[in-house]
């Protein structure tokens, strides 16, 4: 542990960085470490990481992809089920000491049999699919490119061109694409709008492709009917914020890849990362950074 | 639709004599309430479980008496792998981090690990229609599932892909234990001391079938031991339980109330199916979902 008057020099030392994601690794933090080497992202997303400071100043980003695939769409299942049966406010209801009855009109969204749209079929939009086959959900979903056949076939999947067309027919909408610049606030109103009124959303990507403040008004004024969230902009939310007073909203505070043999693997590719550049060697799990 | 109510014993004397009668939520129907409607003929349970039916009394009464199994399995299997999964992730103490105490003030990469689900062990205690449903939403997230079951079914084995094994054995390898046996004498305390004793310390409880399968009292000195590593509820004996039990003040604990078939399309199709239960018993016909077939003198 660095003591409080200890830090002159060490900045020059500081050949690699082993960060979470957060606190962002800014233009400002890289060109303060004249000797920085490698960021080691112990994440799959790296929107936090400024790319371009990082190419400019010839330091490389490793990343933790595949191994927090299967973690997070049990994740993204846990905050859908959640949220469609209302298993948080039914928690509540039977603790509360004033329930003397449980109301037997009170009640959650169908799952079984419904449809399952997700926006973003990369590696784990693939492993949300492929859950919902036990359920017997239809499985559409929406990505810049379309997949193969046979990848479509394995998860009995079919694509929707559109995103309005796609938020038009399902009844859960699961959001897993990456932070870039297209896709900023891509679920604002008009998206939320278009979703059915009895629908359910699922974001486990990151906060900044939603408007919070339309999922809020859609939440609130029934436009969808309860949405589960992983992740916010910002992380944390304020403790005033509108969307954490709202019952028909489940919120975890970005633990989607929480288990410990995940997050076991996740460090060690981190570690493994930081290694391999400062041996030298290959890294594995590289980002590729903007060409200058 | 009406509002079931906790404080019924009196209305048996509200009421005129019936001659059918539709129960939803879980009122008991007693010997003593069947006994003040002389011309009763159906008892029509929207529900699969009619152990609130005093189905003794309505043998000897020649009663008829219908429940409506089958078209709950598949929501009823649903709310089971809501529960599993949210024990699993944590969501109700995420709920209190970030909702309730406010905790959440800076992105903190230690809090709330969870148990992953996929690749798990599940062991499923009772494999019947809802068992059967359940299995195959299990190993769609690659998890290997056991059952204990009283009558082995190799047919679904092979379809499902899924293991026999015996109670015991159960208990002692699953990460997660789902009971959906219907209640009975044999079945009431089915999970107790001894049962919670030989499960995993790391393992999670899911109790979908009802209260008195599991001992509470049981089931709160385990968790509170460290015996197990969370349970979730969504029946519980009685029904709702004390707010002060125990039980719920644990933070490893999920309580529902009784959601297991609660949409909108389920209770419906519930509805229909147990309307035409009442009217074929009604009527004296073959109910088309029978616990009991008609058998009254004319």
């Given at each position: 542990m660095v003591q409080p008057g200890e830090e002159a020099g060490l900045k020059e030392k500081i050949v690699a960085i082993f960060v979470w994601i957060a606190p962002a690794v800014t233009r400002e933090l890289i060109t303060s470490l004249p000797n920085l080497r490698v960021v080691g992202n112990c994440a799959v997303g790296y929107d936090h990481v400024d790319l371009a400071a990082c190419a400019e100043r010839g330091v490389r980003v490793g990343y933790t992809p595949n191994v927090l695939n299967k973690t997070t769409a049990d994740m993204a299942w846990a905050l859908l089920l959640a949220s469609g049966r209302k298993v948080v406010e039914g928690d509540s209801i039977s603790k509360n000491p004033s329930t003397s009855t449980f109301d037997s009109n009170w009640m959650g969204q169908q799952v079984s049999g419904t449809t399952l749209g997700i926006v973003g079929m990369g590696r784990i939009g693939y492993e949300i699919a492929k859950r919902a086959v036990g359920f017997e959900m239809k499985v559409l979903y929406h990505n810049r490119h379309r997949k193969s056949a046979e990848e479509e076939e394995r998860?009995?999947?079919?694509?929707?061109?559109?995103?309005?067309?796609?938020?038009?027919?399902?009844?859960?909408?699961?959001?897993?694409?990456?932070?870039?610049?297209?896709?900023?606030?891509?679920?604002?109103?008009?998206?939320?709008?278009?979703?059915?009124?009895?629908?359910?959303?699922?974001?486990?990507?990151?906060?900044?492709?939603?408007?919070?403040?339309?999922?809020?008004?859609?939440?609130?004024?029934?436009?969808?009917?309860?949405?589960?969230?992983?992740?916010?902009?910002?992380?944390?939310?304020?403790?005033?914020?509108?969307?954490?007073?709202?019952?028909?909203?489940?919120?975890?505070?970005?633990?989607?890849?929480?288990?410990?043999?995940?997050?076991?693997?996740?460090?060690?590719?981190?570690?493994?990362?930081?290694?391999?550049?400062?041996?030298?060697q290959p890294m594995v799990n590289e980002v590729a950074l903007p060409s200058l | 639709m009406w509002h079931t109510s906790a404080i019924l014993p009196p209305i048996a004397e509200?009421?005129?004599?019936?001659?059918?009668?539709?129960?939803?939520?879980?009122?008991?129907?007693?010997?003593?309430?069947?006994?003040?409607?002389?011309?009763?003929?159906?008892?029509?349970?929207?529900?699969?479980?009619?152990?609130?039916?005093?189905?003794?009394?309505?043998?000897?009464?020649?009663?008829?008496?219908?429940?409506?199994?089958?078209?709950?399995?598949d929501t009823t299997a649903d709310m089971t792998m809501a529960l599993l999964l949210a024990t699993a992730r944590n969501i109700v103490p995420a709920y209190n981090h970030v909702q309730v105490s406010k905790q959440w003030k800076y992105y903190d990469p230690n809090i709330l690990w969870g148990t992953d689900v996929h690749h798990a062990t599940l062991g499923i205690v009772g494999m019947g229609r809802i068992g059967h449903a359940v299995a195959k939403r299990a190993r769609a997230f690659d998890m290997r599932v056991l059952y204990y079951k009283r009558e082995r079914r190799p047919d679904w084995e092979e379809?499902?892909?899924?293991?026999?094994?015996?109670?015991?054995?159960?208990?002692?390898?699953?990460?997660?234990?789902?009971?959906?046996?219907?209640?009975?004498?044999?079945?009431?305390?089915?999970?107790?001391?001894?049962?919670?004793?030989?499960?995993?310390?790391?393992?999670?409880?899911?109790?979908?079938?009802?209260?008195?399968?599991?001992?509470?009292?049981?089931?709160?000195?385990?968790?509170?031991?460290?015996?197990?590593?969370?349970?979730?509820?969504?029946?519980?004996?009685?029904?709702?339980?004390?707010?002060?039990?125990?039980?719920?003040?644990?933070?490893?604990?999920?309580?529902?109330?009784?959601?297991?078939?609660?949409?909108?399309?389920?209770?419906?199709?519930?509805?229909?199916?147990?309307?035409?239960?009442?009217?074929?018993?009604?009527?004296?016909?073959?109910?088309?979902?029978?616990?009991?077939?008609?058998?009254?003198?004319r």
């Open positions: 998860v009995g999947a079919t694509y929707v061109p559109t995103l309005a067309g796609l938020l038009g027919e399902s009844d859960y909408v699961v959001l897993a694409a990456p932070a870039t610049g297209d896709t900023h606030h891509m679920m604002s109103r008009e998206q939320f709008a278009a979703m059915k009124p009895t629908g359910v959303f699922v974001n486990i990507s990151r906060g900044t492709l939603v408007d919070q403040d339309a999922l809020a008004e859609a939440l609130r004024g029934g436009v969808i009917s309860a949405a589960g969230l992983d992740v916010t902009d910002p992380e944390p939310l304020p403790r005033d914020h509108t969307l954490l007073s709202l019952p028909n909203l489940t919120l975890t505070p970005h633990t989607g890849s929480a288990t410990l043999p995940t997050r076991q693997a996740m460090v060690q590719m981190t570690v493994d990362n930081i290694k391999a550049v400062l041996q030298g | 509200k009421i005129p004599p019936l001659d059918g009668l539709m129960t939803y939520g879980h009122e008991p129907v007693s010997p003593e309430m069947i006994a003040t409607s002389p011309n009763l003929k159906a008892i029509s349970v929207v529900g699969v479980g009619y152990d609130h039916v005093h189905v003794e009394t309505c043998r000897e009464r020649g009663i008829a008496v219908g429940h409506t199994p089958g078209i709950l399995s379809e499902l892909g899924v293991e026999y094994v015996t109670f015991e054995n159960l208990l002692e390898v699953s990460d997660f234990v789902t009971l959906h046996v219907p209640l009975t004498e044999e079945t009431t305390h089915l999970i107790g001391e001894a049962e919670l004793a030989l499960m995993k310390k790391t393992a999670i409880l899911v109790n979908i079938a009802r209260g008195p399968v599991v001992d509470h009292y049981a089931l709160y000195d385990a968790l509170k031991q460290g015996q197990i590593a969370g349970a979730a509820v969504d029946v519980t004996e009685p029904e709702p339980i004390n707010t002060d039990h125990p039980l719920l003040s644990l933070d490893n604990v999920i309580v529902a109330p009784h959601l297991g078939s609660a949409t909108v399309q389920t209770r419906m199709k519930m509805a229909t199916m147990a309307m035409e239960n009442l009217l074929a018993g009604l009527k004296g016909e073959q109910l088309p979902y029978g616990v009991l077939q008609p058998n009254f003198p």
